[in-house]
């Protein structure tokens, strides 16, 4: 492999680690926080790709796509916590993995029934098609623009988190939920507001994937499972763990699928090297998170609960 290859394949990896932290980044509030496992927040990233895709081809704007995208995904967070999901926070963890389950059927159809099957283009913006040259090598604009959007949402949860009164009360309901009640917060106020947070910034990374990928009916749940990779390898419950997980497992997939191939056929027959290459890559991640979780069982950065 040749070094401008090897950088051009590291940004992929840094644009998939972004895009996976804008979705592990909810889900670890939801998951660590509130103590709900939320199958469902894969089917918040395939409804905020379909709502953008839609909004960008009615406005032909793709910064006012992102704008409105925001309150309704925030919309759709709320109405589900509030019609489907508030009434699990008390019922223990199989209870809560079937009706998101039952989430991710009812909204896959639906976006069969509103978009059809087949999938849903949108197309990148004319204002970022082309190339960037960073320092001799040559890469495409909109997959810089993700990787710098990933990088502003990652500082903006490092502010809301750790410099505002809300941040605080997300910390301290993270390491003792039940002290946070008896102070007087309204506990069900800040579990909605979470998870509205947690479906916006899954509707954002569907905003940024969709010009790049197909935005069709079911492409939530592929993500969704690097998504808890992701989390249970940073901690779950920590963002800074998110962070850094999420490009880990992103430079790491990319990287794995691109030179284990080419350095199983210095060692095996090119039809060998080409079955087995794939294979071995699509597991990395999987032996990277076994792994880290058997020298830190509760992973990279783990929330010291109290």
Known sequence: MSFTLFIIQTLNGLQLGVLLFLMAAGLTLVFGIMNFVNLAHGSMYMMGAFFAASLYNLTGSFLLAAVLLVPAMLALGLAVNWIALRKLYPRDHLDQVLATFGLILFFNELARMIWGPSPYYMEVPEFLIGAVNLFGVRYPAYRLLIIASGLLVALGCYVLIHRTRIGMLIRAGASNRNMVDV???????????????????????????????????????????????????????????????????????????????SLLRSVLERSAADIAGPALASMMIYLLMAAILAVKPEGLFPVHKH
């Open 183 to 261: 102070l007087g917060v309204n506990i069900a106020l800040l579990n909605a507001m979470l998870f509205g947070l947690g479906a916006v910034l899954a509707g954002l990374a569907g905003l940024l994937a969709g010009p790049i990928m197909s935005v069709q009916a079911g492409m939530g749940e592929p993500i969704l499972i690097l998504t808890m990779v992701v989390i249970v390898i940073g901690g779950i419950g920590s963002i800074r763990g998110a962070f850094y997980a999420s490009l880990i497992v992103g430079v790491v997939d990319t990287l794995g699928r691109t030179l284990l191939p």
